[in-house]
């Protein structure tokens, strides 16, 4: 790294804390899209929904027309797609998890028929259930509404990258039928409202300012299921008779391709998943061969991406590597294997290799923050190409618009190829999102002093000494205010 700055303090923590510049920091990072409180499966079903002509489709338009007439939608304009049956299943007691439907839509009816088992009678009803995901931004923020086996609909708001979890709503519908039952469920989702009906019955009807905001404008529709038990398959739901009518003129886009894996996962899956992400990597291998050898597609495809995670955080690059590559030969479509394949490379130094697969992993799926972010921090860390880092960057700032580490390493990006004005709105913007994080007033310290502002650098100095309690940092800041007077 190159910089002109001679004081110790910023030396720390530009190079040892700056998310950017942390040896590993990919690896770190993408933990966090592990989702509250285990898994996402991020798998879609194998057939491709259609839309259907209007005319053809009664059915959805009465149902938009009934609520336009009822003043709860603000057209009865609209498309109509029919989408396939689903199935899942999870045995894990206060876990969730869920399967994109392949559609984005902002503003929608979602209408299904929906059929639930528990392997138990002594579930806990009050944590399991079945629903819906909404607004689902690679796993850091969405809403979801869910009808609980207790007979509670229950819908709450999530951001995980400030580990902020609002409950919205939750209302009573009634006694449900246990350990099995069915229902007709329909979401409605017209910024700022939210409905959720059970047979027919309005059971939620509220509107959250935060749904027409950035943050929550928009993302991907899933299905969803919790379980309250452990017991053999757990918690059981098919879907069926799914319809999506998207309110008003808005198109959506074909699907993103599909995973080949459609099953549930096995008991090995998840605990191997778990074992993973508790740090046990050794277990997670056990528990991840034993779902490969399980003859399943979907534990198969998985198994082998986890347990490649887990060689590569051991150390056992090449295992990891083999496995990525058994991974993306089951499903050459899927992003995830290049990603942490990539990450792979990195730490063996195959920089160029590494590039590669980044390369392939947002070709695949150009939603991808990570990938972007894990490229971006390979242009800037090993091959000084500071301007490609900043547009991937400024890529990740397109999709995640409130996410303070972003805004904070594309401010140091701009700070290297001297457009300081620019680096100067990126390290404000971070700290107002995040107003005492000593890594970003270190940053724009840094932005100060390099703009010749001693003042202002000083400023954010005495305030790193009036956030942190470390001793180290206190001395160093302390050092460089000294140096500066």
Not at 45 to 67: H, M, R, W
Request: overall charge neutral; hydrophobic content about 35%.
């Amino acid at each position: 790294m190159k910089t002109k700055q001679p004081f110790t303090l910023f030396f720390l923590f530009f190079v040892g804390i700056t998310p950017l510049l942390i040896s590993g920091y990919t690896s770190l990072t993408i933990e966090s899209q592990t989702h509250h409180p285990l898994i996402s499966d991020y798998v879609t079903q194998k057939q491709t929904p259609t839309p259907i002509a209007q005319a053809s489709v009664p059915n959805g338009i009465s149902v938009a027309q009934k609520l336009f007439e009822e003043k709860l939608i603000s057209t009865s304009k609209g498309t109509f797609y029919q989408l396939p049956d689903y199935e899942q299943s999870i045995a894990k007691r206060g876990y969730f998890s869920w399967k994109e439907s392949g559609y984005s839509p902002e503003n929608f009816i979602l209408r299904a028929e929906a059929n639930w088992q528990s392997a138990s009678n002594s579930t806990d009803w009050n944590i399991s259930g079945v629903g819906f995901l909404f607004r689902e931004n690679a796993g850091e923020r969405y809403y979801a509404a869910f009808l609980l086996l207790n007979g509670y609909v229950d819908v709450f708001r999530m951001d995980t990258s400030a580990d902020s979890w609002t409950r919205i709503a939750r209302k009573r519908y009634g006694k449900l039928d246990i350990p099995q039952g069915s229902a007709s469920l329909m979401l409605v989702v017209e910024e700022p409202s939210i409905l959720f009906y059970v047979n027919e019955q309005l059971v939620i009807n509220l509107k959250d300012k935060q749904l027409a905001s950035e943050k929550y404008q928009n993302g991907r529709l899933n299905y969803a299921l919790i379980s309250g038990t452990n017991k053999d398959f757990g918690i059981r739901t098919q879907l069926h008779s799914v319809s999506l009518w998207v309110i008003g003129d808005e198109t959506l886009p074909p699907p993103p391709p599909t995973s080949e894996a459609a099953y549930p996962p096995t008991a090995q899956t998840l605990q191997g998943i778990e074992a993973f992400q508790r740090g046990d990597y050794a277990q997670a291998i056990l528990f991840l061969k034993q779902a490969i050898e399980s003859d399943t597609d979907y534990a198969i495809i998985e198994g082998y991406l986890y347990r490649g995670r887990a060689q590569s955080a051991l150390g056992n690059y090449n295992a990891a590597i083999n496995d990525f590559q058994l991974a993306i030969q089951l499903n050459p479509r899927n992003a995830k294997p290049y990603l942490y394949r990539g990450y792979t490379y990195e730490k063996m130094k195959a920089y160029e290799k590494a590039l590669s697969d980044f390369n392939q992993a947002i070709q695949l799926d150009n939603n991808d923050i990570w990938a972007y972010r894990a490229r971006a921090s390979l242009y800037a860390q090993r091959k000084g190409n500071y301007l490609k880092a900043i547009d991937d960057y400024s890529h990740v700032l397109q999709l995640v618009k409130d996410h303070a580490a972003d805004y904070n390493n594309r401010c140091w990006l701009y700070i290297q190829v001297k457009k300081y004005d620019k680096a100067l709105t990126d390290c404000n913007q971070a700290l107002k999102l995040s107003p005492q994080s000593v890594d970003f007033l270190d940053t724009r310290a840094l932005l100060y002093l390099v703009m010749g502002e001693k003042e202002k650098a000083k400023t954010d100095l005495e305030d790193i000494l009036k956030l942190s309690q470390d001793k180290d940092i206190r001395n160093r800041a302390q050092k460089a205010l000294d140096e500066l007077k």
